[in-house]
């Protein structure tokens, strides 16, 4: 009998639980990977934000002038879809919305990008207490260009890319993108601060 990895997907954001076997067949994973990640996102449009924090409003608008910046600025795939993907909660529930999007890609992802969309409210809730915790770390400084990419893609008059275009990018880096039996990227049960 052959394990099959089973993916915990949120019902509110997708139609049926999926069953992958990963290591057996790339290109089913790779094409269940661009679908998923595609209706997770698409899932923002017409998700309105408030006006006074983002003035383009719309969270699909949002996450791919995030991701545009993300992309001009490296050349980290992993990054690319931190930014692309880091708002994807709010489709569901936006007070808790990086905790939702963490937990979507929870296990199909790497942990690296789980933990950088799962952290990335902390400089804005407690910017003090997040630099304290995370000082002269790697994960500060992805948090800190997270941030500033986030605080940038708020243009109401952004030039954007399709969603499906943003995938599709995202898509010919899959094999960096996946989770894989790593060692966490940063110790989820270390308190901030």
């Not at 639980?17 to 679908?35: A, R, Y």
């Not at 997770?40 to 608008?61: F, N, S, T």
């Not at 942990?111 to 500060?140: F, G």
Request: hydrophobic fraction near 40%.
């Amino acid at each position: 009998m052959r394990n099959k990895q089973c993916i915990n997907i949120n019902p509110l954001l997708a139609d049926q639980p999926v069953t992958l076997i990963p290591h057996e067949n790339t290109d089913n994973l790779s094409l269940f990977l661009e679908k998923h990640l595609y209706s997770l996102l698409i899932a923002l449009q017409g998700v309105r934000q408030h006006p006074r924090y983002h003035p383009e409003k719309d969270a699909l608008y949002h996450s791919l002038q995030v991701f545009q910046l993300a992309h001009k600025a490296c050349d980290d795939p992993q990054l690319w879809a931190v930014a692309l993907l880091h708002d994807i909660g709010k489709a569901v529930n936006t007070p808790k919305h990086a905790e939702i999007g963490a937990d979507e890609l929870e296990g199909l992802l790497s942990s690296r990008i789980v933990w950088l969309i799962r952290h990335h409210l902390h400089l804005l809730k407690a910017p003090r207490r997040t630099r304290h915790w995370l000082r002269n770390t790697p994960q500060l400084r992805e948090l800190e260009r997270l941030r500033a990419w986030d605080l940038k893609g708020r243009s109401p008059h952004a030039t954007v890319i399709t969603p499906l275009k943003a995938i599709d990018i995202l898509m010919k880096h899959s094999k960096s993108l996946l989770f894989r039996s790593e060692t966490a990227y940063y110790s989820e049960n270390q308190a901030l601060g």
